[in-house]
């Protein structure tokens, strides 16, 4: 929190398997709110309050993401796409909406039979996976931390159910960093900011990427990256007499020339 400067807490993520108890301190969101909700809008009251919860079906208002979570089913899944079709419209058509969740990821029905969130800094359990909602500038160098060794990521996008779908289902099931873009429900429900994205880990990642932050680029002198980023002098202009760009530039100008 304090390195990468994030405004609210990271949430920490537990799928909860059949007959598994829900975390001491838990509380279930139809308990605090007093009717069942949107699974996203426990993330911010998570991230910006501190308090843990337990989400079961009857907690969640968002009946695609009960079926996402595999915590209830349809006789005919073609009903998810006919609803979305008929009162959603965030597609052209009928087949553009099950187009665009060709490569939807979800949890087989019956594996798990909850969720648990609690603030990372004091949480209640070992989490499967964390969500941060950062900035852009954040997230940039969490790529960076997350691809020091050379692997790339790769991400999905179709914008809806992002936080859910994304961030923990498809993190849980690969094992790897998503970069999620907050998609409307995440906005309009919860109250996402304008400027926030999301960096999903899986918990095996998390000491490698806090051990790799801001170590992309550290040959560059001087340091150009913090957070925030200093006044942009890197280019083709000079600091003290000396030239301000990264010792590649003139490596392959060189070698450039040679060709």
């Known amino acids: 929190m304090d390195s990468l400067k994030l405004t609210t807490y990271p949430v920490a993520v537990r799928m909860i398997r059949k007959g598994e108890d829900f975390p001491l301190g838990t509380i279930s969101a139809k308990t ?5 909700v949107p699974a996203c809008l426990t993330y911010t009251w998570c991230r910006r309050s501190g308090i843990s919860f337990s989400l079961e079906a009857s907690d969640i208002a968002c009946k695609p993401i009960v079926l996402y979570f595999g915590l209830a089913r349809l006789s005919d899944p073609d009903d998810l796409h ?29 594996e798990f039979q909850g969720i648990a969130l609690s603030p990372l800094p004091q ?5 499967d996976l964390v969500m941060l909602f950062c900035s852009p500038l954040a997230l940039s160098h969490l790529i960076l931390a997350a691809t020091y060794d050379g ?8 914008g809806m159910e992002s936080s859910c779908k994304e961030g923990i289902i498809r993190t849980h099931r690969t094992g790897e960093c998503q970069v999620v873009c907050p998609g409307m ?3 309009v429900l919860a109250g996402a900011q304008d400027h926030e994205m999301i960096f999903s880990i899986p918990e095996h990642r998390l000491e490698n ?5 801001f170590k992309a680029g550290n040959k560059i002198q001087p340091p150009p990256f913090g957070m925030p980023h200093s006044t942009p002098t890197l280019g083709a202009g000079k600091i003290l007499g000396m ?9 392959l100008r060189t070698k450039l020339q040679e060709e």
């Open 185 to 187: 429900g995440d906005r």
């Open 82 to 110: 006919r609803a979305w079709e008929q009162h959603g419209g965030y597609k052209c058509d009928l087949a553009a909406d099950k187009k665009s969740r060709e490569k939807d990821v979800c949890f087989p029905f019956g």
């Open 243 to 251: 030239p301000a760009e990264p010792g590649v530039w003139p490596l």
């Open 123 to 127: 949480t209640l359990f070992a989490p």
């Open 151 to 158: 692997e790339c990521i790769t991400s999905h996008f179709n």
């Open 32 to 36: 605090l709110f007093g009717a069942e």
């Open 209 to 213: 990427i806090l051990d790799c932050l």
